[in-house]
């Protein structure tokens, strides 16, 4: 039923860019808080950025503010990630999930996951 469906991952240089998507089905994408998080080899998995269901709030981790957009076209059912300025650090498995916005103070995973797409920065 519920199914996130993450794309866009990809081999980059530093400096490059990439634009991450999360298709969603089999449920009304509006009437959720949307996340998307990371997990590199050897590392807890962090919360990236989120967006609120209705009002636009927002949530960055400290170490891609500036770098990330998040967005989200609900009438294609659809969440975006945009990654500018890329680093090395930036490598990870990159997943979405529905999502607890606490503005202020954080961003957690909630019922609903995708299975990941693989971002990965070298030279």
């Known amino acids: 039923q519920v199914q996130f469906v993450e794309s866009g991952g990809g081999l980059v240089q530093p400096g490059g860019s990439l634009k991450l998507s999360c298709a969603a089905s089999?449920?009304?994408?509006?009437?959720?808080?949307i996340g998307w998080f990371r997990q590199a080899p050897g590392k807890r998995r962090e919360a990236v950025s989120c967006?609120?269901?209705?009002?636009?709030?927002?949530f960055y981790a400290d170490s891609v503010k500036g770098r990330f957009t998040i967005s989200r076209d609900n009438a294609a059912n659809t969440v975006y990630l945009q990654l500018n300025s890329m680093k090395p650090e930036d490598t990870a498995i990159y997943y979405c999930?529905?999502?607890?916005?606490?503005?202020?103070?954080?961003?957690?995973?909630?019922?609903?996951w995708g299975q990941g797409t693989q971002v990965t920065v070298s030279s």
């Open positions: 967006i609120s269901e209705s009002d636009g709030r927002t």
């Open positions: 999930a529905t999502a607890l916005l606490f503005v202020g103070l954080g961003c957690q995973g909630k019922d609903y």
């Open positions: 089999g449920f009304t994408l509006h009437n959720y808080a």
